[in-house]
């Protein structure tokens, strides 16, 4: 299978501190991974290096065999990446119509306005409402429609869960779940672990900047000793 | 219920809204156009200062209020179209709407040369260079003989429009500074409704988020800055066609900050706010400062300190908190 995401020997950080400390992590097309490791091991980082948000000190980050390490974010996300950041952050001040609006490209072929309106119709029902008017969930199925509509071939889905509570993140495993069949790889970046396991193929787990393992969710999920070791848990 | 049928329900709260703003528009306008039948000469005078500053409120609202980027600049676009315009006036044409384009020619140039490195920049460093940016225009003005340095550009004729005969009386000034005045302000309210314009406020609310969609922020930026820029000259060009003299008084710093007073005092990012706010600007410093014995500043810098405190979000908030009570009630 074609990874959309090749990430090799990649160093970032912040004001000369270093936080990826050669990362190398490949996605195959249409692929769940998740990203798992402590606080502070550089998962946040590591989203913001691959786009663009960060600028790296070296390494590659290659988007579906395009070299995009060092670009502009502008670029990384016209060449089909999104992010639905930590902590849902939509455009408090706009409604819903316009947050979803502002993503909308014209001439969409997959993700339509419609078609995000149907696959959630709550935000369908609340489209004149202000952003800061929402709840934690429907933030963030608005910032997940909102990548959607990017059209992307990678999502970036840094801590989807956070902040929800747990019929809300089963609402948003479900609606995650439901774009598996849509040809869409991703990266996510959790703390829960059962919605982890859920959601992706493959886990990988960072320590100190770098990715200590890599493996088929249902391995790491049987062995506990090593789900202990790695994360503390299990 | 589909989907479909939830969002046409929803948005059938959104025709009754907006007929009623359409209602109080017109009746607004009906107002303003009729003020000449019934008001004499000095009030008249009084109001059309106050629509062709209102203009220039209007591009430091599109600025401010809507992309969020607090200028100080504005002043330097609305000398530049008033220089132009009367330039124009003595040595070219009487026509007011020839005058008119020439303004909003010379703010959009001015802005586009000196926008690209204010939009680089951001908060109190934007706010800086456009200061600069503004003073720099307005030594330009004060010391160059071309434009009568400090004496200023007088002995521009009256204004005329289409061939006819020169607009003497202030009614019909104030009718043509109305209609223009109008003209831009629909044209200023139909780019924040765009898609551009939820670019802006996108720009405004978080910038990397922006960039996250794909968008390039700086381009949209400096794209709102010469427009406003040329929404500022044509204000100038107004202000000119009314008082027929241009000072380097009229773009310096306290005109720029009167503008920045009357978004606050108003509501950034309202359009409509920040136009109230120009007229109670220029009342309390114009008209009410000699009843309280040229303490007009004074007057100006009390509002300015109560509605900080006591509308944080100006006049247009108030309404807005009104209007959301009242839904809310209802």
Same mark, same amino acid.
């Given at each position: ?30 692929? @769940?991974?998740?990203?798992? &490791?402590?606080?502070?091991?550089? /998962? ?10 960060? /600028?790296?000190?070296? &390494?590659?980050?290659?988007?579906? &065999?395009?070299?995009?390490? $060092? ?19 939509? @455009? ?85 779940? $439901? ?17 982890? @396991? ?9 320590? /100190? ?10 391995? @790491? ?14 | ?13 959104? #025709? ?19 003020? %000449?039948?019934?008001?004499? *000469?000095? %009030? ?25 980027? #607090? ?55 934007? =706010?800086? +260079? ?21 004496? !200023?550009?007088?002995?521009?004729? #009256? ?5 006819? %005969?020169? =607009? ?48 390039? %922020? ?8 010469? +427009? ?12 000119? *066609? ?5 000072? #380097? ?8 900050? +009167? ?17 109230? !706010?120009?007229?109670?600007? =220029? ?14 500043? +004074? ?11 006591? =509308? ?19």
């Amino acid at each position: 299978m074609t990874d959309v995401l090749t990430v090799a020997d990649l160093r970032a950080g912040y004001a000369g501190s270093t936080v990826l400390d050669g990362v190398d992590l490949s996605v195959p097309a249409g692929s @769940f991974v998740a990203l798992l &490791g402590r606080n502070g091991a550089g /998962k946040t980082t590591f989203m913001h290096t691959v786009m663009g948000l960060v /600028k790296p000190y070296s &390494g590659s980050v290659l988007v579906a &065999g395009r070299e995009l390490a $060092g670009a502009a974010t502008h670029t990384v996300a016209r060449s089909g990446v999104a992010i639905v950041p930590q902590g849902r952050r939509v @455009f408090a001040p706009l409604t819903v119509a316009e947050n979803l609006g502002l993503a909308a490209r014209r001439g969409a072929r997959t993700w339509t306005l419609e078609r995000v309106y149907e696959l959630m119709p709550r935000l369908a029902e609340r489209r004149g409402h202000r952003g800061d008017q929402l709840s934690g969930g429907e933030q963030q199925m608005l910032a997940i429609g909102r990548a959607l509509l990017r059209e992307p071939r990678l999502l970036l889905l840094d801590e989807p869960s956070d902040g929800l509570a747990p019929a809300v993140v089963d609402q948003v495993a479900e609606l995650l779940e $439901g774009l598996r069949g849509e040809g869409i790889a991703a990266v996510l970046v959790e703390q829960d672990l059962h919605l982890a @396991f859920r959601l992706a193929d493959e886990v990988a787990v960072m320590q /100190k900047g770098r990715i200590v393992h890599r493996g088929p969710t249902a391995d @790491f999920r049987a062995d506990r000793t090593r789900a202990h070791a790695l994360l503390g848990v299990g | 219920m589909s989907a479909a049928e939830r969002t046409q329900a929803v948005d059938g709260i959104r #025709p009754r809204r907006t007929a009623g703003k359409a209602v109080v528009a017109v009746a607004v306008l009906l107002l303003l156009a009729a003020a %000449p039948l019934v008001l004499g *000469a000095y %009030p008249v005078s009084t109001m059309t200062r106050i629509l062709a500053f209102a203009v220039l409120v209007l591009s430091v609202d599109l600025l401010t209020g809507v992309t969020g980027l #607090p200028t100080l600049g504005q002043a330097a676009y609305f000398g530049a179209g008033a220089y132009t315009a009367a330039l124009v006036g003595i040595h070219l044409t009487s026509d007011a709407s020839v005058q008119l384009l020439a303004g909003l020619v010379a703010g959009l140039v001015t802005a586009a040369l000196t926008g690209w490195v204010a939009v680089r920049a951001r908060g109190v460093v934007f =706010l800086m +260079l456009t200061l600069a940016i503004g003073e720099s225009v307005h030594q330009v003005a004060d010391t160059w003989s071309v434009v009568g340095a400090s004496n !200023g550009l007088a002995g521009m004729p #009256p204004i005329t429009l289409f061939g006819g %005969p020169p =607009l003497l009386a202030a009614g019909f000034v104030y009718w043509w500074v109305l209609a223009a005045a109008v003209v831009v302000f629909a044209a200023v309210a139909l780019v924040v409704r765009s898609p551009y314009g939820r670019t802006l406020r996108g720009i405004r609310d978080n910038e990397a988020r922006m960039r996250a969609l794909g968008y390039r %922020p700086a381009l949209a930026r400096y794209g709102v800055f010469c +427009l406003a820029g040329a929404v500022a000259g044509t204000g100038g060009a107004l202000w000119a *066609a009314h008082a027929r003299f241009v000072s #380097p008084g009229d773009l310096g710093f306290e005109v720029a900050a +009167l503008a920045l007073l009357s978004v606050v005092i108003g509501g950034a990012g309202s359009l409509w706010g920040p136009c109230l !706010g120009a007229a109670l600007v =220029l009342l309390v410093r114009d008209n009410l400062s000699a009843a309280v014995g040229g303490h007009g500043p +004074l007057v100006l810098g009390l509002v300015f300190v109560a509605v900080v405190f006591l =509308l944080p979000r100006g006049v247009a908030g108030l309404a807005a908190g009104i209007r959301r009570r009242k839904e809310g009630l209802s």
